[in-house]
């Protein structure tokens, strides 16, 4: 590599993105998708989702930065206000909501397709967890949580490549995904890491409003890729 080209190099920094979602339109950096019976919008000043009781073994629903992955070759950080406030979630039904995170490599941005880890806030008939849940082709493989109460928090997930740790924080509590570089950058190293903000519900029919289950004030900080 000669003089000039590290000059380049040398000048690249990290960049931060934000959206505040306040002007109720969906922005063009975003990719809005749903299966089955989960819906999202920009309503309100935020992003809602809403579920219609029809949902199934997995239904969900996201925006996806479409323009740009981050680089996982480098440290990255995402946050976001969520709040999650349902009273019917019984039986088996999950509902997460937080950051999907996949490697375009791998095709899967939707979580029924490849391996997906979802990092944010879950709850269940035993009420609310911060961690990670990972999917591959819509099942769930592995998950690690730990208990929290609030319905509303900030997810704070940052990447540190130097250990491969992904630290997802919510509430003052933070659960920690190991090899994350391994399991989603390695084998495609120069692919971008695809980010989502989503909604996933598992096991059966469950139906909330848009004020249920929300995100709002999005920050990205890291090196973008293209996509
Ligand atoms: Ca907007
Ligand atoms: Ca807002």
Not at 128 to 149: E, I, K, Q
Not at 185 to 204: F, R
Request: aromatic residues 10%; charged residues 15%.
């Amino acid at each position: 590599m000669g003089t000039a080209a590290m000059f380049v190099l040398g000048g690249l920094a990290s960049t931060t993105f934000t959206d505040n979602f306040n002007n109720n339109v969906i922005g063009p950096v975003w990719d809005n998708g749903s299966i089955g019976g989960v819906n999202v919008s920009e309503t309100n000043g935020r992003v809602q989702f809403t579920a219609n009781g029809s949902t199934g073994a997995l239904s969900a629903a996201g925006l996806a930065i479409e323009p740009w992955g981050a680089n996982v070759n480098r440290d990255f950080q995402v946050e976001i206000n969520s709040v999650i406030n349902l009273s019917n979630v019984n039986g088996g039904k999950r509902v997460f909501l937080g950051f999907g995170f996949a490697n375009e490599a791998d095709a899967a941005i939707w979580p029924n397709d490849g391996a997906v880890l979802c990092a944010g806030v879950v709850q269940d008939q035993f009420g609310m967890a911060v961690g990670w849940v990972l999917l591959n082709n819509g099942v769930v493989v592995d998950s690690d949580t730990f208990p929290v109460t609030s319905t509303s928090g900030k997810i704070t997930v940052e990447f540190d490549k130097s250990d491969d740790e992904l630290k997802i924080s919510r509430n003052g509590h933070t659960v920690t995904y190991t090899g994350f570089f391994t399991d989603f950058g390695q084998d495609n190293p120069t692919g971008p890491l695809v980010i989502t903000l989503g909604c996933v519900t598992l096991s059966g029919n469950i139906a909330f409003s848009g004020n249920k289950v929300r995100l709002d004030n999005f920050e990205f900080n890291g090196f973008k890729r293209q996509r």
